[in-house]
């Protein structure tokens, strides 16, 4: 820490009218550092006469977010430069909408901070990684901090190619769709399974997209509640760059039908995976024999082969490991459990209403009100 910074520590603690702000974790001000040295790597790739690139913060919105709050008091000169995504889907209420923050020069300094501003900015930024990162272990609830965006173009310019990425066709539709490209749960789940081309089509007017990386495994009972004030390790980046696309690679893509069916299933399978493994949770499954993250995708996907979505592919997934005979999970193929599949469909084809779940245990025992043979394991 240099001279310059310790005296100015020392005169903001004998201001009186300074206040104490919670210190982040050394880790998450780990995190801004890494972030601030990708970003200046990514600056000195530039060609000469390149309009240099900008760092945005992505958010998910900006009404009701407690870091739109803090962004303006903090700085309030983003918070009136930032770009609401200009989606038709929220005409007339453009602060519920996604929307791209410049972040100020000094939370991103090349090399050390030299100055007190410096230090201040990246330890707000850093304590809103740490919030972000306790959001993220909760799954399931709303994530307010995106990503941290890297463009040569405006604020209000990669707003609305943002908003082009959002208007998705689903493979075979004909309806579009707004599509979370912004919540990293998404991005997360789709992006290794995009090709090269379809990755630098995703990012557009966007030279590097760095997240938080989100969970996604077994969820342990004791973990289904953080406390408000619970340390959370700091998660590593995701990070995302603009591929290179190999010369002869060529593929014929628009961006509003972006992603095939298996991909359009992996950019939405963090939903439904997250309630399994909260449903696991909840009843007392140890982590150790929940599925991990490979046979989860395994098991949504073959669940998602026989059209099951929502709350039926949730009761797919539990079943297969509850019912199991031996690990890892129900094989469907077997000539036994093939049989009640087809059964328990029918049932659900017969009545939407009905869950997977019931079905499933009505065709398994049949006229019998307990799991005779085939108890949950």
Sequence with gaps: MTIRILSAL?????????????VPHPDYMARCRELAAGYHALRRRQEPGERP???????DIWDGNPLATQ??????????ARAAVPDHYYAGREGEAPCVVPLPDNVLPDGATDTLAELRAQETLAGWLEDASRRASQRLVRQYFCAVLFSADSAAWVARYLASLGFQYPPGSRTARLFRYQDPRVMQRVWPALSAAQQGMWLGAVEGWWSLTQPWGPWATEDLVVPGDAAVPAPPWFKTERPMVPDGQTETLMLSRLMNAEQWRHAHSAQTGNQAWMRFAENGIDPHEQPDADLMLQLLA????????????????WCSL?????????????????RV???TLQALNADP???FASAFDACLNPGEEDHGAHRPV
């Design 10 to 22: 020392e005169r903001d603690l004998l201001n009186p009218d300074s206040t104490d702000a919670a």
């Design 53 to 59: 690139l900008r760092a945005y913060l992505l958010f």
């Design 71 to 80: 962004l303006s008091e903090a700085w309030p000169e983003a918070a009136a």
């Design 302 to 317: 073959a669940g998602a082969s026989h059209h099951l979505d929502g709350l039926n592919l949730e009761d797919f997934v």
């Design 322 to 338: 509850r019912y199991r005979e031996e690990p890892p999970s129900i094989d469907w193929r077997a000539p036994h459990w093939s």
């Design 341 to 343: 599949l087809e059964h």
């Design 353 to 355: 209403d009905t869950r």
